[in-house]
């Protein structure tokens, strides 16, 4: 085949089986059915190699916020491409720093120093190790490495990040991780982990932060890290009074809050970055998907100036952030993640993610069935938990009959999974923050014809 002749939806599958690995997949069903070839999308319709259309409710992977089919994001990236499509960021170039002077006017707080990377995972690394480096050298003396996170979060596949995740089925088989990772219990209320109930547990579940700072000893602690609301792990929004409290215990005990906003940030939730709801301004915060709308990869942590003014020095005495990321600030990634922040801005997607999303919150409310047990979240980010008669959640034959007709019915859903032992029965939506009630409605009406299947 010539390299730019269109190969048929056929010779994909065929190639693709031929040669391809692909991600949480296991092959060997793929002997028995298509893997589904994407060909086409705008706007929150995609459409398979068979052509069928749907709705994508998930927006990709929680990531093409603008939608899909965004013009002025592929002129962007062309014209850059022409320009200057790479060189290393030890120098500076145009799209990276105007991207960080936007990102630092749309920043919660003092949030303004850009170090780039390739995607969250290396966004979250990198958070990792500046926290650590600026440990050691703000408190010279002492050995904070150590790094608190929640069971249930997910901060990424590579192995730091996969370390503060805390969803043990997918971490299991690659276990030793890197050392110095704790886990907490994550605030999920639907089922609380401590077996207690909000407001009468006192919040436990942050307590047991300072509960750990104080057993390993707090010169041993650099950071915690959290996402603003828990995404893959279930879609949990804390308490109103969590993260004030948490960013209350950080400060006592010297201990940095990174903020890990892959899936909250650019409007997911309703406010422009998830730390908005609380107005808690964190020490590091990390970002990606949303940032570019999944339209090229990119990786961001942002630093406050209590962070960045740690690193600095004599230009011999190694204060310097030691890292380097071949393709960081790459002037492409850059100029997508410039234009699909206009579009975010001018458009004020995060207003229709509020709007659409309380809409959609309600219509699954009032949804008329025994095995809906929670609907939860935040904007356009939301969790349908779905139970048996007991209360436990739903078996996985009758998740898999639930999910197919969703699909069926012409919408694409998330799911959970890996992240708890035994069933998990969670569908996420997370779609295009352009869509409208009447898009809400359909997505209304698939996971009414799922529920119809489920005995
Ligand atoms: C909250 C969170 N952090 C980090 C990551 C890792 O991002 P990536 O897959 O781009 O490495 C993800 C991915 O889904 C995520 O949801």
Request: proline fraction near 7%; charged fraction near 20%.
């Amino acid at each position: 085949m010539a390299p730019n002749e269109r190969a048929t939806t056929s010779q994909v599958v065929s190639m693709d089986r031929e040669h391809v690995w692909h991600p949480m997949t296991q092959h060997t069903t793929l002997q028995r059915r298509d893997i589904g070839v994407m060909r086409e999308a705008k706007g929150a319709m995609i459409t398979d190699g068979d052509g069928r259309e749907y709705l994508d409710a998930y927006a990709g992977l929680w990531n093409v916020n603008v939608g899909y089919g965004r013009d002025e994001i592929a002129d962007a990236v062309s014209e850059q491409i022409r320009t200057l499509p790479y060189y290393p960021h030890t120098r500076a170039n145009e799209p990276a720093a105007r991207l960080a002077e936007m990102l630092a006017e749309i920043l919660p707080g003092d949030l303004q120093y850009i170090f780039y990377s390739n995607s969250g995972s290396e966004a979250n690394e990198t958070a990792i190790k500046m926290a650590r480096q600026y440990a050691r050298q703000q408190y010279p003396g002492e050995n904070r490495y150590k790094i608190i996170s929640r069971y249930q979060a997910y901060h990424g596949f590579t192995y730091g990040a996969m370390s503060a995740t805390g969803q043990v089925p997918r971490r299991r088989k690659f276990e030793p991780l890197a050392p110095g990772f704790i886990h907490v219990s994550p605030p999920y209320c639907f089922r609380c982990p401590i077996k207690l109930t909000y407001p009468e547990c006192g919040l436990a579940c942050v307590e047991e932060f300072e509960e750990v700072i104080q057993r390993e000893g707090p010169d041993t602690v650099a950071a915690i890290i959290a996402e603003p609301i828990i995404g893959g792990g279930g879609i949990i929004a804390p308490p109103d009074d969590y993260f004030p409290r948490l960013r209350e215990i950080c400060d006592e005990y010297g201990v940095l809050l990174i903020f890990d906003e892959v899936i909250t940030g650019f409007g997911r939730t309703g406010e422009l970055f998830g730390a908005n709801h609380w107005d808690v301004v964190p020490d590091i915060m990390t970002m990606a998907k949303g940032v570019t709308s999944g339209y090229l990869p990119l990786g961001v942590c942002a630093a406050t100036p209590r962070v960045y003014d740690a690193f600095l020095g004599d230009a011999d005495d190694g204060r310097e952030f030691a890292q380097v990321v071949t393709y960081g600030g790459h002037p492409v990634c850059c100029a997508a993640g410039v234009a699909n922040i206009e579009i975010l801005m001018r458009e004020r997607l995060w207003e229709n993610s509020a709007k659409v999303g309380a809409y959609l919150q309600e219509q699954l409310t009032a949804l008329d069935s025994p095995h809906v047990g929670d609907v939860r979240g935040k904007g356009l980010m939301i969790a349908v938990e779905l139970v048996d008669d007991d209360g436990a959640p739903l078996d996985k034959p009758s998740m898999d009959k639930a999910h197919a007709a969703i699909v069926a019915a012409g919408v694409l859903v998330g799911r959970m999974s890996h992240v708890l032992p035994g069933p998990e029965s969670i569908f996420y939506l997370s779609p295009p923050l352009i869509i409208t009630e009447a898009d809400a409605d359909r997505i209304v009406g698939a996971i009414r014809q799922g529920l119809a299947t489920v005995a």
